[in-house]
């Protein structure tokens, strides 16, 4: 006993850490300061000075989208115009670099007619005096906006780990005419498409991530009660899938066994089932009488649902297990919490929470409940938030007036996790709302 | 009863036997703490850890320009060499000898100058006399401003350490951007010099991941300079002793 305690006494002596240990395991709030400079234009042409343009325009907007880097304006470049097609690491002056605090900056050029062109693009590290990326675009001046957002796309993957979603749709319900249609559009609010024609009433759209096509209901004009419907927006074909005898309320793709919850009426009021491709029943999961669930979302991991049910009388937010069990209430506060969505990355739910003024906000909060976040404020109604498939970005619906919106319609935003950065991307004359970010 | 059986003869053996054992007993053990106190001076003194030396600035797939004598202040990320030994005094007299110097000669001695520029900007912390200080706890004495393995611990035990040390952890951490899930660890270390400037940077262990390592390097030289300790005695023990940032994602 002794020997282990005298042992013990001298290991405890020789173990003292001679270094100043630190862990780091998340991520920070300071921006990293990104330099984008004009393209050399090697074809002394307006229309593809005005691609280069576009081009570097459209990487500003994407990246600065993303809230994290720091942009540093074009002025602000030091780097001598002559310098401009020097694209080789060994040879660029990297000091000029680093005295505009860039800690990262694209380079590139351009080459060709307005017909066939191509985009030489690098982003380049400050500190390891590297190129990081090297790419090359070609394809004609209306492709120009793709190119920059696959260049963006990487800039994103090579910096913070995980690409970037600028080349993912938004698909949504819009009003163009007194009926509500499935429409789709890109990220940031460009190509923006009405796909469906039923001349009725569309509704909740959700993707299907393994063949990049749409979920959505609609009111069939028969029953007048809305059905299951599929899109795909390669063929722009959309197609029936369920009758059921009551309606068809929202929908949520399953990750892990491809299924579709939804909540179905055909036993008088709202419950939550399992779909699986063709419409068939798979699974019960709520089984309440009088009490209406509805809204689910499924966790990333696909072991849990969120959902929305007035069990307690209001509306509020409840998960449970994906085979129903263990039900439990997340939102205490307030009388009106719907459209939960579960973050891709797990960590957050985002929802739309009446105010005492009878407005909606939009907040987030943790997967247990705690940790509310208030998103919007004193912006009229702020509803259906989306995830962007990174987690990174929320679109929501909102019908602030604004010179940009002065009907006071409807109109698509998107925004930071935080509240940060809240940008319209839609300017019709029309509401839209339920938008759903396309997943990948 | 029994007892009283026993002849005193054998008692007094008994007693012998075990008054032996203890005094060996003692003995053991007190060779035991003597070794271990000789270990730890020779460790001090001798098979002390290296100072680090910033041989690899980055990942190793990374190459990077060799410095060219061109350069009049070095890059802040060259990598610093430190001094190793004072240059021997025949060399010294060879070099006051008044020669032609060849081409190359002179760019040798320019590139010797730049050297000796650089490790005049960093304080080599072997230079520093030993503190002068009086020790009223029972713990060794100072030798070559050194500390005790005892001092180290006192050190990084107080609370004045762990709020410097969770400064530095909030300052790193704000600047550190890494958004992809999964697993990633990457330890570098780095030393400060007096004006908390980063120095002597150097991945440890890679990720195996290039992006990740490359955040991680961005993160720790743009916190540069760090905020220095306002304890004089920390601030002394941060200087001399080496920063170990361990770099975490996990699922």
């Not at chain 1, 739309?352 to 407005?359: E, F, L």
């Not at chain 2, 054992?21 to 053991?28: A, N, W």
Request: with cysteine; hydrophobic share 35%; glycine share 6%.
């Amino acid at each position: 006993m002794k020997h282990i305690i005298s042992i013990l006494l001298v290991l405890m002596a020789t173990s003292a850490n001679a270094k100043i240990y630190i862990n780091i395991n998340e991520s920070g709030t300071k921006k990293l300061p990104l330099a984008i400079s004009p393209l050399l234009v090697k074809t002394n042409d307006s229309m593809m000075r005005k691609a280069e343009a576009d081009f570097v325009a459209t990487v500003k907007k994407d990246l600065d989208l993303m809230g994290v880097f720091d942009l540093i304006p074009e002025r602000s470049i030091l780097e001598p115009i002559g310098q401009r097609g020097q694209l080789s690491a060994t040879k660029i002056d990297f000091n000029t670099w680093k005295m505009i605090d860039a800690s990262v900056f694209t380079k590139g050029s351009i080459e060709g007619n307005p017909n066939k062109l191509s985009i030489e693009a690098y982003l380049y590290d400050t500190l390891s005096q590297k190129e990081i990326v090297a790419k090359k675009y070609s394809g004609g001046v209306d492709q120009i906006q793709k190119m920059a957002h696959a260049f963006s796309n990487t800039i994103v993957e090579s910096l913070l780990g995980e690409k970037g979603v600028f080349d993912t749709r938004i698909a949504f319900i819009c009003m163009p005419r007194k009926n509500k249609e499935l429409c789709l559009m890109d990220f940031n609010g460009d190509n923006y498409d009405v796909a469906t024609n039923h001349n009725t009433i569309a509704l909740s759209p959700t993707w299907n991530p393994t063949n990049n096509s749409l979920y959505y209901t609609a009111f069939d004009k028969k029953t007048d009660k809305p059905q299951l419907y599929s899109y795909d927006p390669q063929q722009r074909f959309s197609k029936k899938i369920s009758d059921f005898p009551g309606m068809t309320i929202g929908l949520s793709f399953d990750p892990v066994q491809k299924l579709l919850a939804t909540s179905l009426t055909q036993d008088g009021n709202a419950e939550i089932y399992l779909l699986n491709n063709y419409g068939g029943i798979v699974k019960r999961l709520t089984e309440n009488k009088n009490i209406i669930d509805v809204s689910a979302s499924f966790s990333p991991d696909g072991k849990e649902v969120v959902f929305v049910s007035d069990r307690e009388r209001t509306s509020q937010i409840y998960k449970m297990n994906r085979d129903g069990s263990q039900v439990k209430r997340l939102s205490f506060k307030g009388r009106n919490n719907t459209s939960p969505a579960w973050s891709p990355k797990g960590d957050k739910i985002a929802f739309a929470g009446m105010d005492t003024d009878g407005q909606f906000d939009i907040f987030t909060m943790n997967t247990d409940g705690s940790g509310m976040t208030r998103l919007t404020y004193d912006t009229r109604n702020n509803e259906d938030p989306t995830w962007s498939p990174d987690g990174n970005l929320l679109a929501f619906v909102s019908n602030r007036k604004s010179k940009d919106n002065p009907s006071g319609k409807y109109q698509i935003f998107i925004m930071r996790p935080d509240g940060s950065r809240q940008t319209q991307i839609t300017f019709d004359n029309y509401d839209h709302t339920m938008p759903s970010w396309e997943s990948k | 009863m029994l007892q009283n059986k026993i002849s005193e003869p054998e008692a007094q053996a008994k007693t012998a036997t075990f008054e032996r054992s203890l005094v060996y007993s003692g003995l053991f053990h007190a060779a035991l703490v003597l070794m271990v106190l000789g270990f730890n001076k020779f460790n001090v003194s001798i098979f002390k850890k290296p100072p680090m030396q910033a041989t690899v600035m980055w990942a190793q797939s990374v190459k990077r320009p060799k410095p060219t004598i061109k350069d009049k202040l070095p890059p802040p990320l060259v990598p610093i060499k430190k001094a190793e030994e004072a240059p021997k005094k025949d060399e010294i007299n060879v070099k006051k000898e008044p020669e032609v110097k060849t081409k190359e000669e002179s760019a040798k001695d320019r590139m010797k100058k730049a050297l000796e520029a650089m490790k005049s900007k960093v304080v080599p912390e072997d230079d520093r006399p030993a503190p002068k200080e009086d020790n009223f706890a029972s713990a060794e004495e100072n030798k070559e401003g050194m500390f005790s393995d005892t001092e180290v611990m006192a050190i990084q035990n107080s609370s004045e350490f762990g709020a410097y040390q969770a400064l530095v952890k909030q300052t790193v951490n704000d600047n550190f951007i890494w958004y992809k899930t999964g697993n990633f660890s990457t330890i570098v270390h780095m030393k400060i010099d007096p004006q908390g400037n980063v120095t002597n940077v150097k991945i440890e262990k890679s990720s195996g991941d290039f992006g990740f390592d490359q955040a991680v390097l961005r993160a720790v030289q743009r916190s540069s300079p760090l905020p220095l300790p306002t304890t004089e005695k920390i601030l002394k023990y941060v200087l001399h002793d080496y920063f170990e940032f361990e770099f975490e994602r996990k699922n």
